[in-house]
């Protein structure tokens, strides 16, 4: 599925379900009807029984959200508001999925990254751009029981738009916060995150390496 640009109020919908056990393949997409302008997720949700990977090439859309699934992206944009409790929680959700980014850009507040119930997240490269004000408890990535390995940076010119809390390490109930003032700065009110990997090793342990989808 390639080459289409998405221009509509959706509502609450998803543009695409994945529900197969067969590799699917997205490139060059772009909507321009996520959450944040109208009602509701306009994102890929992966929650269905089918065990196939998806590959994301050059995508911008609103948020992805992951269960048990295998997920390859890169060149990924996603821009939609999200808040703790709300719809999306995260613009890329993992529920004890395996994520991988390479070449990761969000524009609007909330979580970027939220992984959960022994998912695998990994982020190479990535610049986080809020634009607008940040919730003070929102975590820019957070990791519940997971493993999450990023590096990324993040830009903001206004004190109100600039994450307080960088990353959110919950491991049995105990919390760890790396924040804004603990990492090197960037652009303003911004940070870098030169390499962050939080895991206890038994979670590396039966990681899925999907083969590559050949063109023809």
Known sequence: FENVWFHSA????????VDTSRNVQIRNILSSAWGGDVAGNTGYDLTATGSGTLFLEDVCIGSVYVKDKVVLASQLNLEEDAR?????????????????????????SGCVLKTVNGGKSEVIGALIYPVRACDPNDAMIQSVD????????SDSYNASQAYETIIS???GGVERKYL????PGRTGYGN?????????PEQLDNVRVPKPVVQP
């Open 10 to 17: 959706v509502g609450n919908a998803w543009l695409f379900d």
């Open 84 to 108: 703790t409790g709300g719809t999306p929680e995260a613009k890329v959700y993992n529920d004890g999925g395996q994520v991988r980014i390479l070449g990761y850009k969000t524009e609007r």
């Open 146 to 153: 997971s493993a999450v390995s990023v590096v990324m940076g």
């Open 169 to 171: 390490e919950i491991r």
């Open 180 to 183: 804004r003032g603990d990492l």
């Open 192 to 200: 870098v995150v030169c390499f962050y990997s939080g895991y206890r």
